[in-house]
């Protein structure tokens, strides 16, 4: 039987709900929000853009095409190797360029002939594309060329698909503009020609048949008389690089998966923390009494032998109830100063002399349970003399 006073099983159901939706809908929000960025992050293979793949996601149909054209295609897949694969007369094609280190970028910048960059990073942008800063990402698919590069004019329209966009510095050639930054940048630097494309996609075997993708690939690529494709490969586990730190290593969704899972736990804290306010009266559970609440604390403190704050408490309680008996201010009874005037007026109306009465109320700690309780019978005492007097 479920009296009046007892909560019935769907009130504390319908509690604990009310207390614990705000999480729930948290953490419900930071799973939407990583199912999003996961959705709209595209999925990166081992095999994307290497010119050996037949998969879709692949390169091999367009090395193919540039081989059967005369353009002989040369795969590296480390970057020291390139180096002494390329020549004044050679564009280096560099994919995957998350892969590379800084000791590769510093090898890569001393390699001869043109450079064309797949879908580059920053850090690939500042050690070979001086100047070139990366824009934002787009999802415009199809545009015409927009610029005087006569391997963009001849190819036309060219689709994209999910693509980087970049801010040029004066003086480069820029293409497909989307949202007015190009996804094509051709800068001359160093006595060669940098060439950054934006999309990775345009070049694979799956789309290479789309509008004017093959055409923009070969006449780019095409340019001079051999082709070193750089790909590199993937370190190895537990390869020391050295040049990257892991968090560099760590994909951008992850750091904002993590970001937003602290701002939620620190909104969470802050909604579920107490609040502060006045303070409020509230009647206790249950009514102890005094007696009970001195021999519990007494309890403790024998339990954890703590005869200095037992003796300070004692004499504490004894001082503020004689000074108001000597007609001094209770206000003295915790000042340091007006000890002597307590003891000297203590002193003259008992019987004990004024040492005594000193060590009693501010005297030092008792060494053991025995000097306690004799305390404890001589501040009663002192007391009792005090009032009868």
Same mark, same amino acid.
């Given at each position: ?14 509690? /604990? ?14 799973? %939407? ?35 059967? *054209? ?5 795969? %590296? *897949? ?5 180096? +002494? ?23 890569? /910048? ?23 800063? /990366? ?20 190819? +036309? ?25 190009? /996804? ?27 509008? +004017? ?24 586990? +537990? ?48 009514? %102890? ?22 003796? $300070? ?7 503020? *109830? ?34 005594? %009465? ?9 060494? $053991? ?14 007391? *009792? ?5």
């Amino acid at each position: 039987m479920v009296t009046a006073s007892e909560p019935t099983a769907a009130q504390v159901a319908g509690r /604990r709900w009310r207390a614990s939706r705000g999480v729930v809908f948290a953490i419900l929000a930071m799973v %939407v929000v990583a199912l999003v960025l996961a959705a709209l992050r595209p999925s990166s293979k081992v095999q994307d853009l290497d010119p050996t793949s037949p998969s879709p996601g692949g390169t091999r149909a367009l090395a193919e095409i540039l081989r059967q *054209r005369g353009t002989p295609v040369d795969v %590296v *897949r480390q970057a020291d190797d390139a180096p +002494g694969k390329t020549s004044a007369n050679t564009v280096l094609v560099v994919t995957r360029p998350e892969r590379l280190t800084d000791t590769d970028l510093d090898r890569l /910048r001393a390699t001869a002939g043109d450079l064309l960059l797949i879908s580059p990073g920053q850090d690939v942008l500042r050690a070979l594309a001086p100047g070139v800063e /990366r824009g934002s990402a787009t999802f415009e698919e199809t545009d015409e060329p927009g610029c005087g590069l006569q391997a963009a004019t001849l190819a +036309g329209k060219v689709r994209f698909g999910r693509s980087e966009t970049y801010e040029a510095p004066s003086g480069a050639t820029s293409c497909y503009l989307a949202d007015d930054l190009p /996804r094509v940048v051709q800068v001359g630097t160093e006595g060669r020609t940098v060439t950054v494309v934006g999309s990775e996609e345009a070049f694979t075997n799956e789309e290479l048949d789309e509008e +004017g993708n093959a055409a923009l690939a070969m006449n780019l690529m095409g340019a001079r008389a051999s082709v070193v494709w750089l790909i590199p490969d993937q370190p190895k586990p +537990g390869s020391n690089s050295g040049d990257k730190s892991m968090g560099d290593l760590v994909p951008f969704g992850v750091k904002l998966f993590f970001f937003q899972l602290f701002i939620a736990v620190v909104l969470v804290a802050l909604w579920r923390s107490r609040r502060l306010g006045p303070v409020v009266a509230e009647a206790l559970p249950v009514v %102890v009494r005094s007696a009970e609440a001195v021999e519990g604390r007494s309890r403790l403190y024998r339990a954890h032998r703590a005869r200095d704050r037992a003796a $300070d408490a004692l004499r504490s309680g004894a001082r503020e *109830r004689v000074v108001p008996l000597l007609g001094l201010p209770r206000s003295a009874a915790q000042d340091p100063a007006s000890a002597h005037e307590i003891v000297t007026a203590v002193t003259q109306r008992t019987a004990y002399d004024e040492a005594t %009465v000193g060590a009693a109320l501010y005297g030092p700690e008792p060494v $053991d349970d025995l000097q306690l309780v004799g305390l404890t019978d001589l501040l009663d005492d002192l007391e *009792r003399q005090v009032r009868d007097s």
